[in-house]
């Protein structure tokens, strides 16, 4: 019985270690601090422009959507930038030779990642509220809805992370992913209600886990009357659930097989020529 926990104990051994290391770690910490920073200083100075028919501002509604934007960065490219630097660096070969060391190995980046994800929120929320008129914790269902919509957030975004992480090769293909995502923060209604745009567009936003997750998150921390500038006039808290709940079971179908297809293809050769391949494009 004790072997069969040893992965999962050193797993979460790992993720916590991992964790405590870009805690202490000034650059990491730098990393993580400074977008936050100007992602705050920016909304700040949108909390005098006043949204018709609410009672918040434009900063107060861009707080918490840009919580949902955080979880699928942090979830998702969180994933992918960990999984692509140590294929490349031979992490993931040196765990899949140990006993166990694969699942160890995932349950640890699993934690890593959800533990920053969850640091991000509290790093933007702690001051937002603080500095936004009408973002509040006014009830006790507005901490659970903030807690399942976080934790249907990692599981909708973490597995798709996965899937991406375990289909590309080369790090410097990250930027292509960042591209789409960048582009569905303009269309998921983060910075500005979803409401003003097209309707072919709000419809193509609503595809995608990250309208939801900025939805969800400002049905938490707004008040019932910030709903009026939303689709339908409404926080559709159901709506939100069961599209997160489907992005989440698609990834958790798909990203084991992938991911174990991925670690039985890599050998110390595929290591060699994707280090020989980095080599000769910088």
């Known amino acids: 019985m004790s072997r069969t926990w040893t992965p999962y104990k050193a797993g979460l051994q790992r993720g916590l270690l991992e964790t405590k290391h870009t805690l202490t770690s000034p650059a990491d910490l730098m990393g993580m601090i400074m977008p936050t920073g100007i992602a705050l200083a920016v909304i700040f100075f949108l909390r005098g422009v006043d949204l018709d028919g609410t009672s918040v501002s434009l900063g107060a509604m861009s707080l918490p959507s840009l919580l949902g934007m955080n979880i699928v960065f942090g979830g998702m490219i969180g994933?992918?930038?960990?999984?692509?630097?140590?294929?490349?660096?031979?992490?993931?070969?040196?765990?899949?030779?140990?006993?166990?060391?694969?699942?160890?190995?995932?349950?640890?980046?699993?934690?890593?990642?959800?533990?920053?994800?969850v640091i991000g929120v509290v790093a933007v929320m702690i001051p937002g509220l603080l500095l936004f008129d009408g973002v509040a914790f006014s009830t006790p269902d507005a901490w659970l809805t903030l807690t399942w919509v976080l934790l249907l957030g990692l599981t909708a975004t973490m597995p798709i992370g996965a899937i991406f992480g375990s289909l590309i090769e080369n790090p410097r293909a990250i930027g292509l992913i960042m591209m789409p995502i960048m582009g569905l923060v303009g269309i998921s209604g983060i910075f500005y209600p979803i409401t003003g745009l097209p309707e072919w567009v709000q419809w193509i936003a609503q595809v995608f886990p990250m309208y939801w997750l900025g939805l969800g998150m400002r049905s938490a921390l707004l008040p019932d009357t910030a709903a009026a500038i939303e689709i339908a006039g409404s926080w559709r808290t159901v709506e939100t659930f069961l599209a997160l709940a489907l992005w989440s079971v698609i990834g958790l179908v798909f990203a084991p097989r992938i991911l174990r297809t991925m670690a039985r293809r890599e050998s110390g050769s595929a290591v060699a020529d994707r280090r020989e391949r980095a080599i000769s494009q910088r």
């Open 79 to 117: 994933v992918i930038g960990k999984l692509v630097s140590e294929r490349e660096d031979g992490t993931l070969l040196r765990n899949k030779a140990v006993p166990g060391g694969m699942t160890g190995y995932l349950l640890g980046s699993t934690v890593s990642v959800a533990m920053f994800v």
